[in-house]
């Protein structure tokens, strides 16, 4: 597969340099040249298969590998992401059951063991690795109706690479991108604008706390291509307001949701969690559900939901703990 940048398509790269760099020569990020699909038979088939064969499949597509199920298995786990039912027609995806407790290590593993690369943070590969594990993920749903995706809205990754994975044909719904003090996206969907110098305001969800989103580069290309990205980064240079026209930003708009959640609801969110499906959501977890919840308030999300929890709620026990009235050695013996 051959790969251009999102500052220009006249230039192709080959896979195993989107794979090995965060940004293409002329700094823009990576993406294929043309994008993968897969009709709804061929959907159907690859999610009969087990969770490693869907995960090997998307990521030898994009990198020319040669992975097997067995691979990713070895690597990550037969069943690595259990679905639990927090009713309300909605499931939290567990991507930290794990010995790292957290999506990161299911993403390092992939990368390092699996395709021989050390940055799996930034860059294409962090967001193939997230595409492949949706594919994952969504063949354990067994339906092929739409289901909406809640999560934390933070650098983009999440979000873009549920844009992609819905592309290539996932039966996705609504994306609905998680925001908290930090809502510069929501302004930007909801209003029309981004203030491209704001700063970040540090919370108890680090990976939310970001004012300007790094890969929102990747949703203006897909939105109004090269040269909406070249007037983006020139207002970004400027520190300026981006105001994209009304049909980028109808293009922007036509797959996402956002939802902005205060700090001051996380605990409530667990605590009231915890009372009514005797599950315990982490922070970050939490602030994906109250945004679905506040999502479905308003008219037009009415289909099941998937919501990432991408870290245990042990890695915040203190704030997770108070939340719950009870002694983090309490709480770890539940988890």
Request: net charge negative.
């Amino acid at each position: 597969m051959l790969y251009i940048t999102t500052r220009s398509c006249r230039d192709a790269y080959t896979a195993q340099r989107a794979l090995r760099e965060s940004r293409g020569p002329d700094g823009g990020m990576y993406l294929p040249f043309r994008t993968p699909s897969y009709s709804a038979e061929e959907w159907k088939e690859l999610a009969a298969a087990p969770f490693g064969q869907r995960v090997a499949e998307i990521l030898n597509r994009l990198f020319g590998c040669k992975l097997t199920c067995w691979d990713v298995d070895v690597c990550i786990g037969r069943n690595p992401v259990p679905l639990v039912s927090l009713g309300h027609r909605t499931l939290a995806a567990e991507l930290w059951r794990n010995p790292g407790l957290s999506y990161d290590y299911m993403a390092r593993e992939l990368a390092e063991q699996l395709l021989d690369a050390s940055d799996y943070q930034t860059g294409w590969l962090a967001i193939a690795l997230r595409v492949a594990l949706l594919f994952g993920i969504f063949g354990q749903l067994n339906t092929d109706e739409p289901t909406d995706l809640s999560l934390i809205s933070g650098d983009f990754s999440a979000p873009i690479s549920a844009y992609y994975a819905k592309q290539w044909g996932l039966p996705i719904g609504k994306i609905i991108c998680c925001c908290n003090e930090n809502s510069g996206l929501w302004e930007l969907l909801c209003h029309g604008q981004l203030r491209t110098d704001a700063t970040n305001v540090h919370t108890a969800i680090p990976e939310a706390d970001v004012a300007l989103p790094e890969q929102l580069e990747r949703l203006v290309f897909e939105a109004g291509g090269e040269g909406e990205v070249a007037r983006y980064l020139e207002v970004c240079r400027r520190g300026g307001t981006y105001a994209p026209s009304d049909p980028v930003l109808t293009n922007m708009g036509k797959d996402f949701r956002v939802s902005v959640v205060s700090s001051s609801r996380i605990g409530q969110t667990i605590s009231s969690v915890y009372r009514t499906h005797n599950y315990v959501l982490s922070p970050g977890a939490a602030l994906s559900y109250a945004g679905l919840m506040d999502a479905r308030a308003k008219p037009g999300l009415k289909k099941n939901a998937l919501i990432l929890a991408e870290k245990s709620p042990a890695l915040d026990a203190g704030l997770t703990a108070a939340s719950l009235k009870i002694p983090e050695r309490e709480l770890n013996d539940f988890l």
